[in-house]
T-cell receptor
Framework: ETGVTQTPRHLVMGMTNKKSLKCEQH?????MYWYKQSAKKPLELMFV???????ENNSVPSRFSPECPNSSHLFLHLHTLQPEDSALYLC????????????FGPGTRLLVL | QKEVEQNSGPLSVPEGAIASLNCTYS??????FFWYRQYSGKSPELIMS????GDKEDGRFTAQLNKASQYVSLLIRDSQPSDSATYLC???????????????FGQGTILTVHP
């Protein structure tokens, strides 16, 4: 596989469920990102990891928990979400954390019931 | 004031025309500027990046940057129906600040190219 991949592509979960989103990049990049895209709102940066270290948490509620075991993999663990958390969750990567081009994965479309 | 502002549109142009998409940003120290295209239901894909004042051309696309006016634009020449998408402007802040590496997006402009 090439580029940035995300699984699952679609997810429906109840408010009491626990689920995880997975992102993998095959570009040899060192920085990875989670974004949230809601209808009619700009893309919102959630988390930034650089060389596996979290460098930014953009005031994200604790019901979203990121994990970055290595520079190629990024997870977003979800628990006790709210219906307003329904959105497209996008993973991206770049060579380094800086003014670098970010490449996006296909996203996970999440629906919280 | 929004950090990155775009006219949400929709912008409708006839096939073959020039589509002009505009973006303004609030952080005067911003360093890098990007245009992404996002088709409905898909993820953003990079079209252009621009780092210095002036024009940068790539095929039918031209990005224009004016840091004094805090303005970046994207021109699409000979617009095609396949160009119909949402165009996202994105900006990275002043590297001396705490938000180094953070990419801030505008809300996007919907472009429709009609035959």
């Amino acid at each position: 596989e090439t580029g940035v991949t995300q699984t699952p592509r679609h997810l429906v979960m109840g408010m009491t469920n626990k689920k995880s989103l997975k992102c993998e990049q095959h570009l040899g990049h060192n920085a990875m990102y989670w974004y949230k895209q809601s209808a009619k709102k700009p893309l919102e940066l959630m988390f930034v990891y650089n060389f596996k270290e979290q460098t930014e948490n953009n005031s994200v509620p604790s019901r979203f928990s990121p994990e970055c075991p290595n520079s190629s993999h990024l997870f977003l663990h979800l628990h006790t979400l709210q219906p307003e958390d329904s959105a497209l969750y996008l993973c991206a990567s770049s060579q380094d954390r800086g003014p670098e081009t970010q490449y996006f994965g296909p996203g996970t479309r999440l629906l919280v019931l | 004031q929004k950090e990155v502002e775009q006219n949400s549109g929709p912008l409708s142009v006839p096939e073959g025309a020039i589509a002009s998409l505009n973006c303004t940003y609030s952080d005067r120290g911003s360093q890098s500027f990007f245009w992404y295209r996002q088709y409905s239901g898909k993820s953003p894909e990079l079209i252009m990046s621009i780092y210095s004042n002036g024009d940068k051309e790539d095929g039918r696309f031209t990005a224009q940057l004016n840091k004094a006016s805090q303005y970046v634009s994207l021109l699409i020449r000979d617009s095609q129906p396949s160009d119909s998408a949402t165009y996202l402007c994105a900006v990275t802040p002043n590297p001396g600040g705490t938000s180094y590496g953070k990419l801030t997006f505008g809300q996007g402009t919907i472009l429709t190219v009609h035959p």
